[in-house]
């Protein structure tokens, strides 16, 4: 078989992302060990990994011990090696952070939209220059964009801005010209699903789907080890399946769409109507009768009180999101689905109801051995996975 330069272009990254993802996960490892657990020979590996040393991205910590024969050089992350800064713009504001290799978080700064997000693009630059001044003297390396709504990752364009009802931006060119560093960008679940193959649950995982569910939900589709970005990059629209049937009408035009009862703002309606209805819930004496104070920390504070109107609501939101899972697998048979976003802070009271749901309503083959599991970035899935854009970039060239 013969290979073109394109081809070799294409196995060199390869190879360089995984073994660097090795490094992340075993901490300390030997070049000898790298190559067997990546079945590629010794001469490949050193390759890279010297590449890697010139790079600055790992670094050599000195001699292990030998199974025989002579004793291994150790290859450990360098984690400040490259710094990324992750952005993550949602429907109402932009959160940003620096990030580095270990995909830990130096420092972050959040904004919410001036103007209804009319001029979000000049808020994000904002976003970004104040957490820059946090730490002004590091050495950064690009700007990993993760927006909402529908963006075309070859022209890099935000497509389609559903919260601001904003087509067409070139994003990237400005945000580049504004920070004089490379960007790149995707949608924000799946800059997510990038980030929990990285840092996350998903290590090691080739299929599997993240659930952003925060105040939209929206999902990312890797399929061996690969986003899934579909036709006009709108793939993974998982908020959009209708689960109600004459249900309530969606931003997106249709009726009973799972956004309608899956998201940050559907638990808090459904809870405040309960509330107005006569149902007893320690939500009255936790916002001190001012329901419009009601968020996610005062959701946990009640679930962890046993509060029943707070866990059946949680409960229920579960049961629609596993209705929409179960689709999911039917068409995909993944490995793995993450639930993630900022919802995922109340995980524990609804991953069950999800993971129940889409189990009975899937075809037993299709879902034989998914593991059903929360972010285990939690609501750092957005910034990480942001910043993860830009390392899996690294080795482009
Ligand atoms: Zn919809």
Excluded at 230 to 248: D, K, L, P, Q, T
Aim: glycine content about 10%; charged content about 20%; overall charge negative.
């Amino acid at each position: 078989m013969s290979y073109t330069i394109a081809d070799r272009q294409l196995i060199k990254k390869l190879n360089t992302n995984s073994i660097l993802k090795v490094v992340l996960e075993k901490g300390t490892i030997s070049r000898a060990d790298i190559a067997k657990i990546l079945n590629l020979t010794p001469a490949t590996v050193s390759s890279n990994i010297n590449n890697l040393i010139q790079d600055g991205i790992v670094h050599e910590v000195g001699i292990g011990t030998s199974s025989g024969g002579r004793k291994p050089v150790m290859i450990e992350l360098n984690e400040n090696g490259k710094l990324f800064i992750g952005v993550d713009i949602h429907k109402d504001g932009v959160e940003a952070a620096i990030v580095n290799l270990a995909g830990k978080i130096l420092a972050r700064s959040e904004r919410q939209f001036s103007d209804h997000g009319n001029k979000f693009e000049d808020d994000v630059v904002t976003c970004i220059d104040d957490v820059r001044e946090l730490l002004p003297d590091l050495k950064l390396d690009g700007i990993g964009i993760g927006m909402h709504g529908i963006v075309d990752t070859n022209q890099n364009i935000s497509v389609y801005a559903p919260a601001m009802s904003r087509r067409n931006i070139a994003l990237k060119d400005y945000i580049e010209k504004k920070e004089s560093l490379p960007v790149f960008i995707d949608n924000d679940a799946n800059a997510m699903a990038i980030g929990e193959s990285w840092f996350g649950q998903a290590k090691g995982v080739r299929n599997y789907i993240f659930l952003n569910v925060g105040r939209g939900i929206g999902s990312g589709i890797v399929i061996n080890g690969e986003l899934f970005h579909g036709n006009r990059y709108a793939a993974g629209e998982i908020g959009h399946i209708r689960v109600v049937e004459s249900g309530m009408r969606c931003v997106c035009g249709k009726y009973g769409c799972l956004d309608t009862v899956a998201t940050e703002y559907s638990i808090i309606k459904t809870i405040i109507n309960s509330i107005h209805t006569g149902v007893s819930s320690s939500i009255t004496e936790l916002s001190k009768g001012d329901l419009s104070t009601i968020d996610l920390n005062m959701l946990k504070e009640a679930a962890q009180l046993g509060d029943k109107c707070v866990l059946e609501a949680l409960d229920k939101m579960g049961r629609y999101i596993g209705v929409a899972v179960s689709y999911a697998i039917n068409m995909m048979n993944p490995g793995m689905i993450v639930f993630g976003g900022s919802m995922s802070v109340l995980g524990e009271y609804i991953i069950e109801s999800i993971r129940s749901t889409a189990i009975n309503l899937s075809l037993e083959e299709c879902a034989d051995g998914v593991f059903i599991v929360i972010s285990s970035l939690r609501d750092n899935a957005g910034v990480v996975g942001a910043a993860s854009l830009g390392m899996q970039n690294l080795f482009k060239e």
